[in-house]
């Protein structure tokens, strides 16, 4: 009995502990992010509950059993951090009209075609495009970083996973950024690794 009490109050401390998390990520969030965060909420308090088939993968994959709680809360876990880290890929980003300066555009139709063609890297996020501000370089062959055109071109992924390989310290490069050894000269190391990226995924 004591056992079973002591089970019910941890999980009940955990649960506790998640929503006071998840309401301190949502407050940090722009009104937008919290508007789509919610329905999600909405989404997956709706959602029945996992297949026998998604239970049993799960334990293969992780060798736990989950109950629907548990895997309710894992996904709700899930759910908050793909946002927050999302947020924080986008957080130093530009506007269309402030790439349109930096690069004397005269169209918008000039700046979505360079991003079409992989010469800038741009995230639609709320239908609204972010540029990361750290890929401009004025001494840069297109006002972009050196290299970094035939990089965006080598990755094989969605634009958000180029801004988070991009940027994400990598053990091959002794955990330095693939952006920091492309503003090093090591394009054709960058080169090889990008090419390697989604393969197996």
């Not at 639609?124 to 001494?139: C, I, T």
């Amino acid at each position: 009995m004591e056992k079973n009490m002591s089970t019910i109050a941890s999980k009940n401390d955990l649960e506790h502990d998640i929503l006071v998390e998840v309401r301190e990520l949502i407050r940090e969030m722009p009104s937008s992010t919290q508007k789509k965060l919610k329905q999600r909420f909405v989404e997956l308090a709706a959602a029945s509950c996992p297949s026998a088939e998604e239970r049993a993968t799960a334990e293969e994959m992780t060798g736990k059993s989950y109950s629907t709680e548990e895997i309710k809360a894992l996904e709700l876990s899930n759910l908050v951090n793909s946002f927050v880290l999302r947020n924080k890929l986008l957080a130093e980003t530009i506007s269309g009209s402030e790439v349109d300066r930096l690069l004397d555009c005269s169209s918008r139709q000039t700046r979505l075609d360079r991003v079409k063609n992989n010469t800038l890297l741009a995230v639609k996020d709320n239908g609204v495009w972010k540029y990361p501000l750290w890929q401009f370089d004025a001494n840069g062959a297109e006002r972009v970083v050196d290299g970094l055109p035939q990089v965006l071109a080598a990755l094989e992924v969605s634009n958000l996973a180029k801004v988070s390989w991009l940027t994400r310290p990598n053990p091959v490069f002794a955990e330095a950024t693939p952006l920091q050894m492309l503003k090093r000269g090591e394009l054709k190391r960058v080169l090889a690794e990008a090419r390697g990226v989604g393969i197996g995924q």
